[in-house]
């Protein structure tokens, strides 16, 4: 159990700009989510997959949010067409099962200038 | 509207003891769950309460009352390494497919 492994952690970008992250869950674990971290707030839930299956997908993820998990096991979260608005920390985490805690990787901080 | 309650800060000394509370109102209710985050840090879990009543592990506990929508994390013999950001979160959906997240209490431990 080597832990939630996100890259990059931290990733500057000009507006305008695609930019993609990387989420290695813990191995066995069905259960992916993908969260949005801004300072002094607690995590929001962007999106859920269960093994490859998007299940679920938050109103705060528009358009130029997309999120992949093509093989049950690593996922990438991509945003298109970048803004300053963007800017936060995304925290991926993963769990095995129902009720089991989430376990949080190190996230990836984008900053968007 | 769904929204969890919890003080924005404690300040506390080494050994002493702090409870911090979380009141919740949320469309669904599916546990409340604890999480310690220190900065530049991940969430790391702490505790979890289903049902009402006290659940210890080590010098952390956590209690529920789902009548009253409310619960708290009590740490014990605080430590410096205890400073930290904490929140409390509800499971809103059943399998955990989604938590609703306070806005996380700063916790500093002062010698």
């Known amino acids: 159990d080597t832990g939630v492994s996100q890259n990059p952690r931290h990733k500057i970008t000009k507006r305008g700009q695609n930019v993609t992250f990387r989420c290695d869950p813990i191995?066995?674990?069905?259960?992916l989510y993908w969260y949005r971290q801004t300072l002094g707030q607690g995590p929001e839930f962007l999106t859920y997959?269960?093994?490859?299956?998007?299940?679920?997908k938050s109103r705060l993820l528009s358009d130029r949010f997309s999120a992949e998990r093509p093989k049950g096991s690593f996922s990438t979260l991509e945003i298109q067409r970048t803004e300053q608005g963007d800017s936060a920390m995304y925290l991926c985490?993963?769990?095995?099962?129902?009720?089991?805690?989430?376990?949080f990787g190190n996230g990836t901080r984008l900053t968007v200038t | 509207g769904q929204s969890l309650e919890q003080p924005s800060e404690v300040t506390a000394v080494e050994g002493a003891i702090v409870q911090i509370n979380c009141t919740y109102q949320t469309s669904g209710f599916y546990g409340l769950s604890w999480y310690q985050q220190h900065d530049g840090g991940a969430p790391t879990f702490l505790s979890y309460?289903?049902l009402d009543g006290l659940e210890e592990t080590g010098r952390f506990s956590s209690f529920l009352s789902r009548s009253d929508s409310y619960g708290y994390l009590l740490l014990q013999e605080l430590q410096m390494k205890d400073s930290a950001s904490y929140f409390c979160a509800v499971g809103n959906a059943g399998n955990n497919r989604k938590l609703i997240w306070g806005l996380g209490t700063s916790l500093a431990v002062n010698p």
């Open positions: 985490a993963s769990t095995p099962g129902n009720n089991s805690p989430l376990h």
């Open positions: 309460n289903a």
């Open positions: 191995s066995e674990h069905n259960r």
């Open positions: 997959f269960q093994n490859e299956a998007q299940l679920e």
